[in-house]
């Protein structure tokens, strides 16, 4: 299994950011879809994760600007998050975790977003 | 300010063993698991530990984990020049409601 982040690499600041992540080489269902992001010079900051059913779960630091989705039929799931300062720099990781397994085995090589102001 | 707490950096020569530390809390290293990944810049990180202390397949038996209370670590055995990455510790974090990881470690291979 194989996943890619895709999407614009720069965001006006207080525009939505948007991302799509596209699995490749097995099937969404049946997993737990996450965004990780990392600013730069930082660590890793957990986003939320989305079910191939649709059922989400957001970190709740960032819950009220955060929207996901998930498609199917394309194998893809997306993420939005609204309002975008300079902090949200930074590289943007989709990630799967199996159900009971609590640990993310697959992650994308990520993609890099800049927020401009 | 990551809420697991690691080391900037770690270093060793080759063939030494080196370990690196990952300090938590009672609300995550304390009562879930923790995982590691190996991550060099611009590749998709990967799984090296989980469950504290296995290993999926194709990881070495170079690398092992240990979790103690509310802090867990990472050992290299047998250190090797390809070893040079960051290391990052994760853990579900109940009060956050959220995954959460230490701020990385930076291995060098002298």
């Known amino acids: 299994v194989q996943l890619q982040e895709s999407g614009p690499g720069v965001v006006k600041s207080s525009e939505t950011l948007s991302l799509t992540c596209t699995v490749s080489g097995g099937s969404i269902s049946s997993y737990y879809w996450s965004w990780i992001r990392q600013p730069p010079g930082k660590g890793l900051e957990w986003i939320g994760y989305i079910y191939y059913s649709g059922g989400t779960d957001y970190n709740p630091s960032l819950k009220s600007r955060v929207t996901m989705s998930v498609d199917t039929s394309k194998n893809q799931f997306s993420l939005k998050l609204s309002s975008v300062t300079t902090a949200d720099t930074g590289v943007y990781y989709c990630a799967r975790e199996e159900p009971g397994y609590y640990y993310m085995d697959v992650w994308g090589k990520g993609t890099t977003v800049t927020v401009s102001s | 300010q990551s809420v697991l707490t690691q080391p900037p950096s770690a270093s060793g020569t080759p063939r030494q063993r080196v370990t690196i530390s990952c300090s938590g809390s009672?609300?995550?290293?304390?009562?879930?698991?923790v995982n590691w990944y190996q991550h060099l810049p611009g590749t998709a990180p990967k799984l090296l530990i989980y469950r504290n202390n296995q290993r999926p397949s194709g990881v070495r038996d170079r690398f092992s984990g240990s979790k103690s209370g509310t802090s867990a670590s990472l050992a290299i055995s047998g250190l090797q020049s390809e070893d040079e990455a960051d290391y990052y510790c994760?853990?579900?974090?109940?009060?956050?409601?959220?995954?959460?990881f230490g701020g990385g470690t930076k291995l060098t291979v002298l």
């Open positions: 009672s609300s995550n290293i304390g009562s879930n698991n």
């Open positions: 994760a853990a579900w974090d109940n009060s956050l409601h959220a995954w959460v």
